[in-house]
């Protein structure tokens, strides 16, 4: 009987142990998670002890109950906003955001459901779920075993409270830290919430003032005889690069590849007869959900999160695809990205005719992300929509071989021997996996380097190659690439050309101080992507 006595009293020390430990952790687990440092374990919990105190105070089961649940959602929640914080700031330059962020999440879903397939998705999805019920119920589990044994010694237990929300207070005034970033006064829970309502007054702030930008719009009411006059008779082609952002061209360890790319490219144009006017945007977007620059460049709206490009699209706002069309021109889109229809590209963006992976006669290999590419794309484009006589075009083309991963890249090949793209099928296994080039970020950035460096090679080599005196390109990065290779609080701006042979183009934008070539200085004029719209209707209006 003694043995099993002492049996019980030993496990009942160790569950009690273990419900501590618990409740540490998860009061700690937000900052831990948010630094990535043991250190941030060595703080005061402010949650633990004040949700100790309370269960200890209040008489009722079932109120003891509710509290302690209340609490470890509190933490648990916390911990996964901490997540997803670290996730977004990796991956799109910014923290998650509880107010639009969640269509967001959807769109990664996606991602690794076309990584994992759809059951593998499902299965992480389960799992991180059961995951976050558990500790919700460990957490809930080890406050209420917690508070039944300090009641036994209620008067102690409180007194203990009291003077840990003291030190507390004393540590949360002088400002102690370990950590940077970290008090050692945590208050992990309170704080994600604090963050959160002041996510919820921001979101309807921003709200109300894009609100107040969308209602009006003086170039949707113009006549078509005072739109886009200065480009009459051009092919106008909008190029998106993906990822291509001042990093690829400024301060970093592979820029100057690229611009030796650009500066050949300069002199390759200028043989030709070409014009080039260059400067910085400030993209909406950073490191990925490309579509938000593209919808904030079309439409002068800043269109920066999901829930607001669903806003925009699902409306009549005026872009620069309707302004193109309205004025007489037709208007194409090239997703090579894609594999099945854009719903928004008719709906909302009205073009006449869409382009994708699978409607451009390309039976070549795909190099991870991109299913074409680049050169295959402009090469297609070019046969089929600018050889030959025709309507003026004015056309969106997405150039996405700079898409991460970058590896395995394509290699340039000459424009003749392209076909239908079979020539690619041993370029891939020429590179290196993902999974072998991620583990190192220095080889990481040099391979995005390196896509730039193609894709730009590529876009020069289109010019020069077609000769085109009625051509003319606007060529842009959508966002700076993930912070893996542009650094930590690396800034939104991308580079943007405008390119024609015509010089009367480039003469209409004077005003602008752009800068000449391709590759723009440190000192070049930086715009919001919002900007751009106006700026672009009103510069080649009559």
């Known amino acids: 009987m003694n ?5 019980r009293r030993v496990w009942s020390a ?6 501590a430990v618990t409740l540490f952790l998860a009061s700690l687990a937000p900052g831990l998670v948010a630094s990535d440092s043991a250190l941030a374990l060595v703080r005061v919990p402010l949650e633990c002890v004040v949700a100790l105190a309370a269960l200890i105070l209040l008489p009722w089961r079932w109120a003891r109950r509710t509290l302690a649940i209340l609490v470890a959602l509190l933490l648990v929640l ?49 799992l991180v779920a059961l995951l976050a019920i558990a500790a919700v119920v460990a957490v809930a589990a080890s406050l209420l075993r917690l508070a039944r044994v300090l009641v036994r010694r209620r008067r102690p237990s409180l007194i203990a409270a009291s003077a840990v929300t003291a030190g507390w207070l004393v540590l949360a005034l002088v400002g102690a830290q370990l950590v940077p970033g970290e008090p050692v006064a945590a208050a992990d829970g309170v704080t994600a919430a604090a963050t959160t309502v002041n996510q919820v007054q921001v979101a309807a702030r921003d709200q109300a003032v894009f609100d107040r930008a969308a209602s009006t719009d003086p170039y949707a009411a113009l006549p078509s005889s005072d739109l886009l006059t ?29 611009d030796a790319v650009l500066r050949s490219g300069n002199a390759a144009l200028a043989a030709h007869g070409y014009s080039e006017r260059s400067a910085f945007l400030t993209s909406s977007t950073f490191g990925g959900i490309s579509w938000l620059a593209h919808s904030t460049l079309q439409t002068g709206l800043w269109v920066d999160s999901q829930q607001r490009y669903d806003q925009v699209t699902a409306g009549t706002r005026f872009t620069l695809s309707d302004a ?42 795909s190099f991870s992300y991109a299913q074409v590419p680049d050169q295959y794309s402009l090469a297609y484009f070019q046969q089929h929509e600018l050889s030959g006589p025709h309507q003026p075009l004015m056309a969106e083309i997405d150039l996405v071989s700079s898409h991460t991963p970058w590896t395995p890249l394509p290699k340039l090949l000459p424009w003749d021997q392209l076909g239908d793209g079979s020539v690619y099928d041993p370029q891939p296994a020429e590179g290196l996996p993902p999974s072998v080039v991620w583990q190192d970020p220095h080889h990481v950035q040099q391979l995005y380097g390196q896509s730039i460096e193609y894709t730009m090679g590529a876009l020069t080599s289109f010019l020069t190659t077609f000769d085109d005196p009625n051509l003319v390109l606007v060529v842009l990065g959508d966002h700076q690439p993930a912070t893996v290779v542009s650094g930590p609080g690396a800034n939104h701006e991308v580079p943007i050309s405008i ?19 391709l590759l723009p200085s440190p000192g070049a004029p930086v715009w919001r992507m919002d900007a751009f719209r106006d700026r672009f209707l009103t510069a080649y209006g009559p």
């Open 78 to 126: 916390s911990t996964i906003v901490a997540a997803l914080d670290r996730v977004f700031q990796a991956t799109v330059g910014r923290p998650f955001d509880v107010v639009s962020g969640w269509s967001e999440l959807v769109d990664g879903y996606g991602v690794v459901r076309d990584s994992t397939g759809t059951a593998g998705a499902i299965g992480i999805l389960a």
């Open 3 to 7: 043995r099993a006595r002492r049996g």
């Open 499 to 517: 390119i024609a042979k015509d010089p009367a183009v480039t003469e209409r934008i004077a005003s602008w101080g752009w800068q000449p070539g």
């Open 230 to 258: 200065g480009l009459k008779g051009k092919d106008v082609v909008v190029v998106f690069v993906e990822s291509y952002g001042q990093v690829a061209v400024q301060g970093t360890s592979f820029s100057a590849g690229v």
């Open 324 to 365: 193109f069309r309205k004025a007489g021109w037709r208007t194409v889109s090239d997703v090579p990205s894609d594999s099945k229809p854009w719903p928004v590209g008719t709906s909302f963006y009205h073009y006449e005719q869409e382009l994708n992976a699978t409607n451009v006669g390309y039976h070549g290999p």
């Open 14 to 19: 160790v569950a009690t142990a273990l419900a």
